[in-house]
């Protein structure tokens, strides 16, 4: 049955003609099985199973999605056989782009290139694998008819769609905006996929937060409020906090918190591109270096643009019933009272805090791909969304424990004037006050509700930005 497919399908035709439509029209009507002029989703997986077809869970239903115009829930065969011109068109396109040597085949030189041009550096044992997966004839090099027929019943249309799901992606927020921005290839760049990305993810971002503020609240409280003479218990601080302003009260400082994400993630991605381009060669591939340095200075970037808001919303975090009646009267109050200067104070830790953050977070998470890749990928380069969650998880989490207590010191310094009677100190004095009246792990005052939100925010936003994907009609 294999074999009959291939013949309807896996022609040596690249154009339009009617020997490709004959082939079309024949395994529209063995996929119909009931007969009724449409494929369904039940169909076009029973179907594709039956004639030994493979095909990634769930490709079936974006199938039928992305190809039924009259959204009626199946294929016609109108539909079916123009999903896949297009779709063929678009795996023509790639297998060329990355078909370096022009040779009519794919080898995994060439895939070990392309994984490098995106910033995922892999061994040549790794692209092999990855080859392996796609290769028929055990040649180990791919020709056009072995990728169109490993590709073409998969929504993923190219060798970049494999890569992507490695990418490590700022998409999984977890609140920090410290991570490396998102990356995108220059064919997705000249395409409305990029800006539709950005937007999916900061959607992801604001429900989000939104949803794990409680737990952002208690940190900030904690981080400031608790110590060894002041002993703040979770319970206790979400009881003190209801007591003093109510339950919305546990969502003060979240409105600038989301607000600030657009123009963050903008200036990020902006910068990061033009930083790629000043630090690689003319015409050059980024190495991985290159792509860790540009990510920490486009993210020092995007944070001293919007630094203000990121000590406003500590401020309204904090502050006390009737305080401030908003941001704009946080900010004017800010202003009138300390000055400029004010909306910077604690940027020195929070800077220094990119470093290692990024830096941890990106090796852990390129340590736990590469491991993965090693051990399991023999059939597939996929690793499912569970393993790419819990990467990313514990990568973000590890970067946190490094980079945390500088964020303590910069949410204290943040904090001290509106704190009564607060000293005003430097970041080292303060540094040293701590470890003095409190020890090591006063730097990891409030770490407690942080991690209780990583779970929850990792997957709301995940969640949220597979949906948000789906609106906009974008999808891996």
Known sequence: MYQVARKFVFTESHCWDAES???????????????????????????????????RKGAAQKIVSSGDKNKDGGLDFEEFSRYLKEHEKKLRLTFKSLDKNNDGRLDSSEIK????????????????????????????????????????????????????????????????SLTIPDEFTEEEKTTDFWWKQLIAGAMAGAVSRTGTAPLDRMKVFM??????????????????????????????????????IAPETAIKFTA?????????????????????????????????????????KTRLALRKTGQYSGMLDCAKQILKKEGVKAFYKGYIPNMLGIIPYAGIDLAVYESLKNAWLSRYAIDTANPGILVLLGCGTISSTCGQLASYPLALIRTRMQAQASMEGSEQVTMSKLFKNILAKE????????????FMKVIPAVSISYVVYEYTKSGLGISN
Not at 23 to 52: H, I, P, Q
Not at 273 to 283: A, M, N, P, V
Request: no cysteine; net charge neutral.
């Open 439 to 450: 020890g090591f792990f006063g730097l990891y005052r409030g770490i407690l509700p942080n």
């Open 113 to 176: 290139q392309s994984l490098a041009e995106l910033g995922v550096d892999i061994s040549k044992e790794d692209a092999q694998k990855i080859l392996k997966s796609i290769d028929i004839d055990g040649s180990m090099t791919v020709d056009w008819n072995e990728w169109r027929e490993h590709f073409l019943f998969n929504p993923a249309t190219n060798i970049q769609e494999i890569i992507r799901y490695w990418k490590h992606s700022s998409v999984l927020d977890i609140g920090d």
């Open 223 to 260: 981080q400031v409020h608790s110590s060894k003479s002041n002993k703040i218990g979770l319970v206790g601080g979400f009881r003190q906090m209801i007591k003093e302003g109510g339950v919305t009260s546990l969502w003060r400082g979240n409105g600038v918190n989301v607000l600030k």
């Open 21 to 55: 439509k004959r082939s079309y029209e024949d395994l529209f009507e063995k996929l119909d099985t009931n007969k009724d002029g449409k494929v369904d989703v039940a169909e076009l997986r029973a179907g594709l199973t039956a004639m030994g077809i493979s095909f």
């Open 272 to 312: 990061y591109e033009q930083y790629k381009k000043f630090l690689s060669s003319e015409g050059g591939k980024v190495q991985t270096h290159q792509r860790f340095i540009a990510g920490s200075l486009a993210g020092a970037t995007a944070q001293t643009a919007i630094y203000p808001m990121e000590v406003m």
